[in-house]
């Protein structure tokens, strides 16, 4: 059992999101394209892998034919699929991730850096390997006066330059911003980024909006005590930061917690947590000029509810390379919903339940990420019952579809729960914290 730390890459073996990335249940015919979907890889499908439609529709078990064609045709097909797990050597707490355009990995491990300030662990080789011993994972965060350990540490890697972000919180001290342009090799800062107040749960993230001395604008998030998140702009990097906006239309009651900001390829930045109208529903909140001012946009909640839970301000974005929108969330019932959007948020589909069917008690953490058009995947923890949290990825590779097929695997293996704690999903429990994190590398 693994109950320090998400302190581990999942790799989920399968075709890539990049590129090339309902009705009534009827008896299958006596042959079905899921019997031969492995054959390839010599062998049955996982037992920790489960092919489905929205609402736990298990798609091995019902026809796949809907308006008198099938719907697994093009990037709908099934694909065979096996999710895995690999140590980095080190615990964390509340881990974040990201990967450069060279294919190595970054994440944050809490307090086992230099002086024990927040490691920055490189993970090499592991894309693309085929055995375990390919792969090699290191602290490259070798600051000459490293920045003491945070009470959020945060690592986030800009998909447009690769300049990795090292970003700590300090809570009453403010907060911090250190960078590397060479895959870890140096580091330069750190930057002040203080606020006004008690800094908490901060988000970071780039786009290519426009700005004046940095090829990419980078905003960052946090809750700052105030009824709303507040939010902060730089131009030139993260060497200097504008002053802490309103993360929200003026006049917001959503609350000051937020989930991951992203930004589009547009140049828009999204991030997502509850409505303005006092906290009621969840809400997408859009910045089209660098993070200045920001618009709300509800989310389709009023059949799902929203969780009561510590995942209650969970409301997590995405966009793909199309600048379409991507949204999850928990519901009322502690299952996890998907919705996207075309418009930039101004309208959403009606959002589906993404979990498998094997009966999950409950889910949290929430987590998503995209790839090329319609090609999402989708992280969260699943209580298979008794407090067995297991870790689960669900990708959609046609989000689009008229019914969408949705691959699910298990990312540890059964019997090796990566937590047992009461209602841990749901609570502040082991290494996860506040939040999980997820991405998408250059090969989907």
Known sequence: ?????????????????????????????????????????????????????????????????????????????????????????????????????SDNLYMTSWGNGAAGSTAIVRCSGMVGMSNISEYVCEDVYSALLPVANSNDPYVYVDPWTDRIMKFDMHALLGMTVEWSDNEGQSWTGPSVATGWSVQDHQTIASSPYPAAFHQTTWVFCVNGNYPYPVCSASNDGGLTWGPELPGTPSNCESGGLTGHITGSENGNFYRGNRGCDGGEGYSIYRSTNGGITWTEHPLPTENTGTAETWNFEEAQVATDSEDNVHAFWMGFDNMPYYSYSKDEGGTWSDPIMIAPPIGLNGTGFPVVTAGSAGKVALGYLGDSGGDTWNGYLTVITDAFSDMPLLTTVQVNAWGDPLDTSEGCGYNRCGGFGDFNDIVIDQHG
């Open 1 to 101: 059992m693994r109950v320090v730390a998400l302190s581990m890459v999942s790799i989920l073996i399968m075709a890539p999101l990049g590129g090339c990335f309902g009705g009534e249940e009827q008896v299958l015919e006596d042959f079905s394209v899921f019997d031969s979907v492995c054959s390839e890889s010599g062998g049955e499908i996982s037992n920790t892998t489960w092919y489905h439609y929205g609402n736990a529709t298990d798609a091995t078990k019902v026809s796949d034919i809907f308006n008198g064609t099938s719907v697994l045709v093009g990037d709908n097909a099934p694909i065979c699929a096996i999710g895995t797990y690999y140590g980095i050597g080190m615990t964390t707490f509340e881990p974040t991730i990201g990967v450069t355009s």
